[in-house]
């Protein structure tokens, strides 16, 4: 298939690194298309971790194109971080292999001093990972963003920035309390990023068109995940970009006819980090094992993530909001030794039983999880080849899941590693 898209059935962290490294292997081009520094997508290759934040997860393969897309805010400070440290490790040697689209907005350090000043003093946390990213996409909304075209003319940066500044300052010292920043050092500053990063900046959804013409595949890479959407997830407990599939077109500059398929990557169970409601929330012994067992904490900030069962409300409403044509199921190896595993049906609120996962946060923190039991396995299964050599209670598990999703596991993922999936169906291959 030529064009797929993945993107993350829950609240983010499910895995998608990993399962994007694995498949850029059988693609050309990785392409992220939204979300920015607030990722942390976490890559073990021959026993080495990369955490990456902006890249495109398909970095590590020698002869692929990464971009990132219109639809991403760059802080372009991580950005150049990240492609030193990719050329001290020995990739990233070519300097083609990566392009940035000249349309992705910029985030300065004062999107990050709002970010963390009105979080420190919204009442109703979101828990924010303060990278910037709310106030950079309302920038982009208001039409006051800087883009990285603007860097091509040096007093078009300087004027925007100075209105920007104008603005930010009196937000930052009246409204926050906080210390307001200068132009000059900060125009100097971002000056040396454009320039730093000029050779990658280019318009990248030409580039694609081309690339779609000579049939080339090309893998989506979405960030974050389904629930934390800003228009179908927990509102306002959300980040602010559209994390769903649809927007993997506007977000890099592609039509909706060109998509062949988009995958839905869910954990064996549920995470979730940073405020907002989460029904199948375990604050017990069980919640310490996954988190502890599946090393359940944030790539971006460290914070511990809090943990759950899986939950197939969430994930049928992810099927239906980016029409997922297949699953891959992650960390199935972090539920091996528990005696029995609960999966959540529905949700019970009242007297009432609802199927569908509700607009409302608030009703959403009311809804009791309706379970149902399956039998655990003891085996570690790390090691498996095939899902025909699973334990028969795990092979119950992810059919169980399949059919409370209606979508078919194409892939499991039973370790960190490369090598610990299982690959029941290639989309890059069909
Ligand atoms: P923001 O994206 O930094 O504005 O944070 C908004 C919400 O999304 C917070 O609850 C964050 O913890 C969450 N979030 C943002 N990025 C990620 C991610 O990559 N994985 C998991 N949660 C995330």
Same mark, same amino acid.
């Given at each position: 298939?030529?064009?797929?898209?993945?993107?993350?059935?829950?609240? @983010?962290?499910?895995?998608?690194?990993?399962?994007?490294?694995?498949?850029?292997? %059988?693609?050309?081009?990785?392409? *992220?298309?939204? @979300?920015? +520094?607030?990722?942390?997508?976490?890559?073990? !290759?021959?026993?080495? #971790?990369?955490?990456?934040?902006?890249?495109? +997860?398909? /970095?590590?393969? #020698?002869?692929?194109?990464?971009?990132?897309?219109?639809?991403?805010?760059?802080?372009?400070?991580?950005?150049?971080?990240?492609?030193?440290?990719?050329?001290?490790?020995?990739?990233?040697?070519?300097?083609?292999? %990566?392009?940035?689209?000249?349309?992705?907005?910029?985030?300065?350090?004062?999107? #990050?001093?709002?970010?963390?000043?009105?979080?420190?003093?919204?009442?109703?946390?979101?828990?924010?990972?303060?990278?910037?990213?709310?106030?950079?996409?309302?920038?982009?909304?208001?039409?006051?963003?800087?883009?990285?075209?603007?860097?091509?003319?040096?007093? !078009?940066?300087?004027?925007?920035?100075?209105?920007?500044?104008?603005? #930010?300052?009196?937000?930052?010292?009246?409204?926050?309390?906080?210390?307001?920043?200068?132009?000059?050092?900060?125009?100097?500053?971002?000056?040396?990023?454009?320039? *730093?990063?000029?050779?990658? !900046?280019?318009?990248?959804?030409?580039?694609?068109?081309?690339?779609? *013409?000579?049939?080339?595949?090309?893998?989506?890479?979405?960030?974050?995940?389904?629930?934390?959407?800003?228009?179908?997830?927990?509102?306002?407990?959300?980040?602010?970009?559209?994390?769903?599939?649809?927007?993997?077109?506007?977000?890099?500059?592609?039509?909706?006819?060109?998509?062949?398929?988009?995958?839905?990557?869910?954990?064996?169970?549920? $995470?979730?980090?940073?405020?907002?409601? %989460?029904? $199948?929330?375990?604050?017990?012994?069980?919640?310490?094992?996954?988190?502890?067992?599946?090393?359940?904490? @944030?790539?971006?900030?460290?914070?511990?993530?809090?943990?759950?069962? %899986?939950?197939?409300?969430?994930?049928?409403?992810?099927?239906?909001?980016?029409?997922?044509?297949?699953?891959?199921?992650?960390?199935?190896?972090?539920?091996?030794?528990?005696?029995?595993?609960?999966?959540?049906?529905?949700?019970?609120?009242?007297?009432?039983?609802? $199927?569908?996962?509700?607009?409302?946060?608030?009703?959403?923190?009311?809804?009791?999880?309706?379970?149902?039991?399956?039998?655990?396995?003891?085996?570690?299964?790390?090691?498996?080849?095939?899902?025909?050599?699973?334990?028969?209670?795990?092979?119950?598990?992810?059919?169980?899941?399949?059919?409370?999703?209606? $979508?078919?596991?194409? /892939?499991?993922?039973?370790?960190?590693?490369?090598?610990?999936?299982?690959?029941?169906?290639?989309?890059?291959?069909?």
């Amino acid at each position: 298939m030529a064009c797929v898209v993945v993107v993350g059935t829950q609240w @983010g962290d499910e895995g998608k690194g990993k399962i994007i490294d694995l498949l850029a292997e %059988f693609a050309d081009v990785i392409v *992220r298309f939204q @979300g920015g +520094s607030n990722a942390g997508h976490t890559l073990v !290759v021959e026993g080495e #971790k990369f955490i990456f934040h902006l890249m495109p +997860s398909g /970095i590590l393969h #020698k002869g692929k194109t990464c971009i990132i897309g219109n639809g991403v805010v760059v802080d372009p400070k991580v950005l150049i971080e990240e492609i030193d440290q990719l050329k001290e490790q020995g990739y990233l040697q070519d300097d083609s292999q %990566f392009l940035l689209s000249e349309q992705a907005h910029v985030i300065f350090p004062y999107h #990050k001093q709002i970010d963390k000043g009105r979080e420190r003093i919204r009442s109703g946390k979101i828990g924010t990972t303060g990278r910037g990213i709310g106030p950079a996409y309302e920038d982009k909304v208001a039409r006051d963003g800087i883009r990285f075209v603007d860097f091509s003319d040096e007093e !078009v940066l300087r004027k925007k920035l100075e209105a920007n500044l104008a603005q #930010k300052n009196y937000y930052l010292t009246h409204v926050l309390g906080e210390e307001g920043l200068e132009l000059e050092p900060l125009y100097q500053e971002y000056m040396q990023y454009g320039t *730093r990063l000029r050779q990658h !900046v280019t318009n990248t959804s030409l580039f694609l068109a081309q690339q779609i *013409r000579e049939g080339k595949q090309i893998l989506f890479e979405g960030a974050q995940g389904t629930l934390l959407d800003v228009d179908h997830g927990t509102y306002p407990y959300v980040t602010s970009s559209n994390t769903v599939a649809g927007n993997a077109c506007a977000g890099a500059g592609i039509g909706p006819t060109q998509i062949d398929l988009v995958m839905g990557i869910s954990k064996a169970y549920t $995470t979730r980090v940073g405020g907002g409601p %989460f029904p $199948t929330e375990l604050s017990d012994e069980i919640g310490e094992m996954l988190r502890e067992k599946g090393g359940e904490y @944030g790539a971006t900030t460290g914070r511990p993530r809090r943990c759950g069962w %899986f939950d197939a409300v969430v994930v049928r409403h992810a099927v239906r909001v980016n029409g997922l044509g297949g699953l891959a199921i992650t960390k199935l190896d972090t539920l091996s030794g528990l005696k029995t595993i609960k999966v959540c049906t529905a949700y019970q609120v009242g007297d009432d039983v609802i $199927t569908e996962f509700p607009a409302s946060s608030e009703l959403v923190a009311r809804c009791q999880p309706v379970y149902e039991e399956l039998q655990g396995w003891h085996e570690e299964i790390s090691a498996v080849k095939e899902v025909s050599q699973l334990p028969p209670a795990a092979q119950r598990y992810l059919e169980r899941i399949e059919e409370l999703t209606q $979508t078919p596991i194409h /892939i499991v993922s039973i370790g960190a590693q490369r090598d610990e999936t299982i690959i029941r169906h290639n989309p890059l291959l069909s």
